[in-house]
């Protein structure tokens, strides 16, 4: 029996958006130019996105005799596992799914439910939303598959207090490009810059160690937390919090100017620049006093 062609639908094009023949972004296209299908999916990963994929689905059922059926992340669709290459490009895997934290930030819990690990596939992306909170045997086969691969990239964000000897003695034998932490709360500093310090040490650099920041409440505290997320080792990545509703959280120029300075490495490194000159002259000017 010959798989089902799944002809996949996305609201907008992202650096994750797959790119075969039978994933499309936005509306339908002349028919001439929609190959054969069984299904399709209309794919939703953010709340806001919501509205947008409900007229996709309208608009696809218009251009095609197939069933259309519309679900993902947004709409608490039940994850049964991971097929590489169907809702994320090739080279994106996740090994696991969910997570057993619940942060009032985070929407994993809820969508995802506790940590489950799923069959591991080849890929040099490991998009899991807590990779160290897996079984030591889980991990031991993923790094084991990674040895094989080169640009090798932790992007789901690395619980700090997990990362312990043993991750860290594995990672430097691999080819790694991009270890992804977070930090988006204060308290979290000293764990934060505890697990940075293990992956210095070892030999990780700021181009390779980043880090997601939370933002969008206090601009100077998050300002001052940045700041030390940098000179802890790390490139900071920061992100305007959003809620869980079907409209995006909207915040003012400002704010997304300061997202933007925090997000963009060239950005980052010559705002700290400035900081840093400003530091030095004013202890320079103190000392000649």
Not at 148 to 163: A, N, P, V, Y
């Amino acid at each position: 029996m010959s798989e089902k062609r799944i002809l996949r639908v996305f609201p907008k094009r992202t650096s994750y958006t797959p790119t075969d023949d039978l994933a499309f972004v936005g509306p339908p296209p002349m028919a001439a130019f929609i190959p054969p299908h069984d299904e399709i999916h209309v794919s939703c990963t953010f709340t806001w996105d919501m509205v947008e994929c409900e007229d996709l689905a309208f608009q696809w059922e218009g251009a095609s005799r197939a069933p259309v059926k519309l679900g993902g992340p947004a709409y608490h669709s039940p994850v049964e596992g991971f097929t590489p290459g169907l809702y994320v490009k090739k080279g994106i895997i996740f090994t696991s799914r969910g997570c057993n934290n619940s942060c009032p930030w985070c929407g994993v819990r809820q969508m995802e439910g506790k940590l489950r690990e799923l069959p591991i596939c080849e890929g040099n992306v490991i998009q899991d939303n807590n990779f160290l909170q897996c079984s030591r045997r889980h991990k031991d086969k993923v790094f084991d598959m990674l040895r094989s691969q080169k640009g090798i990239c932790f992007r789901g964000g690395l619980e700090t207090d997990l990362i312990d000897d043993h991750f860290v003695s594995n990672i430097t034998s691999l080819r790694i490009a991009e270890l992804w932490l977070a930090c988006d709360t204060d308290a979290q500093l000293p764990r934060f810059k505890n697990a940075c310090k293990k992956l210095t040490d070892a030999g990780f650099n700021r181009n390779q160690i980043k880090c997601y920041s939370l933002i969008g409440h206090d601009m100077e505290a998050e300002e001052q937390r940045n700041r030390e997320i940098y000179r802890a080792g790390a490139m900071p990545f920061s992100q305007l919090e959003r809620d869980f509703s079907r409209t995006k959280t909207e915040y003012s120029a400002e704010w997304k100017a300061f997202e933007r300075q925090w997000q963009r490495p060239a950005a980052t490194v010559a705002h700290m620049r400035e900081v840093e000159t400003g530091k030095d002259q004013i202890m320079i000017g103190e000392e000649s006093t």
